[in-house]
Every structure is written in C-alpha cells, then in structure tokens.
C-alpha cells in the first residue's frame, strides 16, 4: 500500500523558511514522477514544484522559482520542498504526489498523479 506522508508545515513569519518533507512507504521515489502542489482557501489547487524519476528534469511556477528548491534523497526514500524567502501569498495547504509514468518530463497537472499525501498546513504572516 502506497503512503506519503507529508510533514514540516507550519507558521512562519514573511521571509522565514521552511523545509518540507514527504516520506514515501510502497513506492520508491526515485522511480517516480514526484510533485508539490499547494491549495489556498477558496482557491484551485496548483503545481508548484515537480520532477520527473530520477530528477531528470525539475519545474517551478513561476511564483515559486528561486526560492523555492525540489529534492528528493533516494536512500531515505523521501521528497522535500525547501522554501525561502517565504510571503503570505504562499499560505496554503501542501500536499506531495506521486505518479509512475516514468516520462523523462515532470507531470504538471494533477490528474496525473495517482498518489496523494494528506497535505501539510503552511501559513505565512505579514
């Protein structure tokens, strides 16, 4: 059975950081397409950050690059999503996903991933 499990959310003031994580079980992440989507209130979910297997290729929204940064370490089969730099327009729930194409390009939309995480709350103050 295929579990991610997302944690590291939290409140953090403008400008602060955060690390997220998402830990995999029933799945090896390194074979897999890998994604960060997020979901504000009364809003539609969005990417914002994915990666094909084996990290061939990594993609940001355009509201996240530079400051936010993608990885995955193989040998605890867990993603992050490092976050700098953090504004209040990042307040949102984060969830980590999971899809087994194995395309050398990230999967951008969500009906293309399979495998969800429960999410993870992150609020930004001003």
């Known amino acids: 059975q295929v579990q991610l499990v997302e944690s590291g959310g939290g409140l953090v003031q403008a400008g602060g950081s955060l690390r997220l994580s998402c830990a995999a079980s029933?799945?090896?992440?390194?074979?897999?397409?890998m994604a960060w989507f997020r979901q504000a209130p009364g809003k539609e979910r969005e990417l914002v950050s994915a990666?094909?297997?084996?990290?061939?290729?990594?993609v940001y929204a355009d509201s996240v690059k530079g400051r936010f940064n993608m990885s995955r370490d193989n040998a605890l089969n867990t993603a992050y999503l490092q976050m700098n730099s953090l504004v209040p327009e990042d307040t949102a729930v984060y969830y980590c996903?999971?899809?087994?194409?194995?395309?050398?390009?990230?999967?951008?939309?969500?009906?293309?991933?399979?495998?969800w995480g429960q999410g993870t709350q992150v609020t930004v103050s001003s």
């Open positions: 029933g799945l090896t992440v390194s074979y897999y397409g």
């Open positions: 996903a999971a899809e087994a194409t194995r395309s050398d390009l990230p999967a951008t939309k969500s009906g293309e991933y399979g495998h």
């Open positions: 990666s094909s297997w084996f990290d061939l290729r990594t």
